[in-house]
């Protein structure tokens, strides 16, 4: 099964700006990183996703070397409401990528 | 409005008794998933569907079953719920399931205690 890690955690300070790192080592040569954030007792929702090099939205920056066996995902000047555990994920291609795995994520705390 | 509804919300229930917890998507979605989120060990796949009449394994699917006999429904049957299945219950759907660059949308979640 494609695995991901991450940190298990993180702290920060409101107004900085935070890079969460994900690896990937066996990420499949057309597949996809998506990252979910996830607020306590809510479902996931999608932040962002990307193939190569990288990407912006209006939420975050999502960056991803040429080997592509990591991500890091940017969140500029964080703020309280950030606070959540987020999710990096790739997909599995011995299933056809339809399993997937989010593993246990990296749980932000933004502080004051 | 697009959702993903869970029903119930909340659910105490004692070991043994069979229960099922319903979830239905609006945006017709062929892939549909059912997780399980429990302290330390993040989301866990239970099982997903790919359309109607096909359902398939996740990482965690023992003491669970499904069906998808309508599109917008994927039902989970727990037939005979122990305590180890106290968890928080989440469904999801996305467009069609080809792989992690369709957005997966998830339903408010049912917190179940199995006494």
């Known amino acids: 099964l494609a695995k991901t890690t991450q940190p298990i955690s993180m702290d920060s300070y409101e107004g900085q700006e935070v890079n969460i790192t994900c690896s990937h080592n066996?990420?499949?040569?057309?597949?996809?990183i998506t990252w979910y954030q996830q607020f306590p007792s809510q479902g996931p929702r999608f932040i962002i996703q990307?193939?190569?090099t990288k990407v912006t939205n209006e939420v975050a920056s999502l960056f991803i070397p040429a080997d592509r066996k990591s991500s890091t995902l940017s969140l500029p000047r964080v703020s309280l409401s950030d606070t959540a555990v987020y999710y990096c994920?790739?997909?599995?291609?011995?299933?056809?990528?339809?399993?997937?795995?989010f593993g246990s994520g990296t749980k932000l705390n933004v502080k004051p | 409005e697009a959702q993903v509804t869970q029903n119930p919300r909340y659910l105490i229930t004692v070991t043994g008794k069979k229960l099922t917890v319903t979830c239905s998507q609006n945006?017709?979605?062929?892939?549909m998933s059912w997780y399980r989120q429990d302290p330390g060990l993040g989301l866990r796949q239970i099982y997903y569907?790919?359309?109607?009449?096909?359902?398939d394994k996740g990482d965690v699917p023992e003491g669970y079953k499904v069906s998808r006999k309508e599109k917008r429904n994927f039902p989970l049957i727990l037939e005979s719920p122990s305590p180890n299945q106290t968890s928080l219950y989440f469904c999801?759907?996305?467009?069609?399931?080809?792989?992690?660059?369709?957005?997966?949308?998830f339903g408010p979640g049912t917190r179940l205690l199995v006494l």
């Open positions: 999801a759907s996305s467009l069609s399931g080809r792989g992690v660059r369709e957005t997966q949308y």
């Open positions: 066996n990420i499949a040569t057309n597949d996809y």
């Open positions: 990307g193939y190569k």
């Open positions: 994920l790739v997909g599995d291609l011995k299933y056809n990528f339809n399993k997937f795995y």
């Open positions: 945006m017709n979605h062929e892939y």
């Open positions: 569907s790919m359309n109607v009449e096909v359902t």
